[in-house]
T-cell receptor, first 113, second 117 residues
Framework: KAGVTQTPRYLIKTRGQQVTLSCSPISGHRSVSWYQQTPGQGLQFLFEYFSETQRNKGNFPGRFSGRQFSNSRSEMNVSTLELGDSALYLC????????????FGPGTRLTVL | AQTVTQSQPEMSVQEAETVTLSCTYDTSESDYYLFWYKQPPSRQMILVIRQEAYKQQNATENRFSVNFQKAAKSFSLKISDSQLGDAAMYFCAYRSAIFQGAQKLVFGQGTRLTINP
């Protein structure tokens, strides 16, 4: 069974632009979560989706948004990019919701110039 | 809000020896999960071990075991017979067992483990 895939793996953008990152969960998994990893702030929760509904959201500005499609694939969008948005963005999937192990993807490295 | 603290930014150990990584957490919940994740240079986050708070028995996975002290809110990871492939960043993480927060992991700052040959 294929693992969690994230595209693109690397991305370079300039300040003010917007970006969309994609996450394809393991086949059959319905829950997807997103995390931001930076050297300064560590790993921080962005949001989680289950059956196309956002179940929980972290403490990030409204520039960060996401969605989940009927096939469980998820996208996150960051508008009006700032230098501080440079980070590794990790996606994790799990079969259902409560209690299941989460499997992480390889991440998307975003650099904002 | 829950917090997770890893007080050791870096640790090193000789190959084949045993090392213990520390983690403490703060929560008002009685039911939750605790995890240790490993992140090698490839950045792929890999689950090492998992502990359910309602289970008194400490989890074990081959060379990896935990010391879970619920009253003290402590969750340490012991790696026995350390191998070069164990070198990585290790993160302790907390996850609530209630529905609303069921998939949100709260991570510690990480401990960088170096294995000396």
């Amino acid at each position: 069974k294929a693992g969690v895939t994230q595209t693109p793996r690397y991305l370079i953008k300039t300040r003010g632009q917007q970006v969309t990152l994609s996450c394809s969960p393991i086949s059959g998994h319905r829950s997807v979560s997103w995390y931001q990893q930076t050297p300064g702030q560590g790993l921080q929760f962005l949001f989680e989706y289950f059956s196309e509904t956002q179940r929980n959201k972290g403490n990030f500005p409204g520039r960060f948004s996401g969605r989940q499609f009927s096939n469980s694939r998820s996208e996150m969008n960051v508008s009006t990019l700032e230098l501080g948005d440079s980070a590794l963005y990790l996606c994790a999937s799990s079969p259902r919701f409560v209690g299941d192990e989460q499997f992480f993807g390889p991440g998307t490295r975003l650099t904002v110039l | 809000a829950q917090t997770v603290t890893q007080s050791q930014p870096e640790m090193s150990v000789q190959e084949a020896e045993t090392v213990t990584l520390s983690c403490t957490y703060d929560t008002s919940e009685s039911d939750y999960y605790l995890f240790w994740y490993k992140q090698p240079p490839s950045r792929q986050m890999i689950l090492v071990i998992r502990q359910e708070a309602y289970k008194q028995q400490n989890a074990t996975e081959n060379r990896f075991s935990v010391n879970f002290q619920k009253a003290a809110k402590s969750f340490s990871l012991k790696i026995s017979d350390s191998q070069l492939g164990d070198a990585a960043m290790y993160f302790c993480a907390y996850r609530s067992a209630i529905f609303q927060g069921a998939q949100k992991l709260v991570f510690g700052q990480g401990t960088r483990l170096t294995i000396n040959p």
